[in-house]
């Protein structure tokens, strides 16, 4: 949306300066003359290389969004209209960005715009299941239940990824340390021994050889070592961008041991718990099943629910083609054709949900009193193999003294 630099003059005289974002010159002027300002000087802001805005990733941070969900809902429900409620947010949000959309989005909605259509040109900031549910809560008049089931998607959603990140974290940080800790020994400490053990003349165990040999590669030869690096992350970034590769990448993400049933577990709760809202909201439900596939955040679950959606547009039930998938569990499944059957989709989805939420988290505490001794204990015996090397010739060397 441009932006329009202004030079007014307030009722008290005082000549200011600024720039204003609107649809248009004419939306600008009025604006300006709603606020009881004389405008002097009105022109659109040309775009260079500085003023244009690149995002990479979501601009809005999640925990952002998820508290303007939540105080959206909350000043509906008592009663603030709808226009006052964006102007209000857009005040308060912490986040930049947020707060220029909610400005343009305000802008619209001074202009009689419905706030489905206002909020659908940032599709970078409101994604498309907001969307939607908004324009089904329009249409429904049930705007402050809508608003309330998005708060509650998020929030849920939000904690779900938050607790398989942090069992992810630990893992890897210890990975990371026994790397670094490797590298640092085979560089710094080992190459002090290599002229003793030279000196030595005997032969060496085969661990010493070996370790002897990897801090002679990674001290001469490393950019071997950072060109195999880069071949791989490269490897790996074209096989993600490839639709046969992601779709790998990503069964194997269900099929590692131990967290490939923590990541199944969290897909199954952000699936259930999409299309609950969703339907809880009367978005048909083919369009409701085609947001879902948009955010399920993996290939294999995204190639069953078109088959679902494929099955559903032939008059099927939703819950035939899951039952042939290995994702879904049939405890899944079979609530699904529960609430087919009965009429109470939503609130069977929402149970599945809450079920693997709770499933998700007492999983995560397990895996972390699990994973913290073994990790140490492998940090421990990474280390204990390096000193072993050092150590065994020494021994060698004192037996043969004495």
């Known amino acids: 949306m441009p932006q329009f630099e202004y030079q007014v003059r307030t009722i008290n005289g005082k000549q200011l300066k600024g720039v204003l974002t609107a649809s248009d010159k004419t939306t600008a002027m009025d604006e300006l003359r709603r606020r009881g300002l004389t405008v002097f000087a009105l022109n659109e802001q040309r775009k260079t290389l500085m003023t244009t805005e690149i995002y990479i990733g979501n601009p809005v941070k999640t925990i952002d969004f998820i508290v303007y969900c939540r105080q959206f809902a909350t000043l509906i429900r008592a009663g603030v209209t709808i226009l006052d409620a964006t102007r ?6 912490e986040s930049k960005v947020l707060r220029k959309t909610l400005h343009e989005v305000h802008s619209k909605l001074m202009r009689g715009i419905a ?10 900031i409101f994604p498309r299941l907001f969307i939607s549910m908004i324009r089904a809560g329009e249409e429904s008049g049930d705007l402050e239940g809508t608003l309330e089931r998005l708060a509650v998607y998020f929030e849920k959603r939000h904690v779900t990824h938050e607790k398989i990140k ?3 974290t630990y893992p890897i940080t210890v990975g990371i340390m026994a790397i670094a800790v490797t590298i640092y020994l085979l560089v710094a400490i080992i190459p002090q021994f290599v002229d003793m053990f030279e000196s030595m003349n005997a032969k060496l165990p085969t661990i010493t050889v070996i370790i002897l040999a990897l801090s002679k590669s990674i001290q001469h030869q490393w950019y071997y070592w950072v060109l195999g690096l880069v071949l791989l992350i490269t490897a790996f970034i074209i096989m993600k961008r490839s639709e046969r590769g992601a779709y790998w990448i990503d069964y194997a993400k269900l099929k590692i041991p131990v967290f490939g049933r923590l990541n199944q577990k ?4 952000q699936f259930a718990r999409t299309l609950s809202s969703l339907y809880a909201s009367s978005v048909p439900v083919l369009q409701a099943l085609s947001i879902v596939t948009e955010v399920a955040g993996n290939k294999v679950i995204e190639r069953y629910l078109n088959q ?11 819950s035939d083609p899951l039952k042939k998938s290995w994702v879904f569990p049939p405890m899944v499944t079979q609530m699904i054709a529960i609430g087919e059957e009965t009429g ?5 989805l929402s149970k599945v949900a809450d079920f693997y939420e709770m499933d998700v988290e007492n999983t995560v505490d397990r895996l972390k009193s699990l994973l913290e001794p073994l990790l140490i204990a492998f940090l421990a015996a990474v280390v204990g193999v390096i000193v072993a090397a050092i150590m065994l010739p020494m021994f060698t060397l004192y037996d043969s003294v004495g």
């Open 88 to 93: 209000i947010l857009a005040e308060q949000t």
């Open 115 to 124: 706030l489905s259509q206002a909020v659908q040109d940032s599709p970078k």
């Open 166 to 168: 942090s069992a992810l």
């Open 266 to 269: 969290g897909s199954i709760a």
């Open 308 to 318: 679902a959606s494929e099955s559903l547009r032939r008059g099927n039930a939703l």
């Open 344 to 348: 109470s989709l939503d609130q069977m």
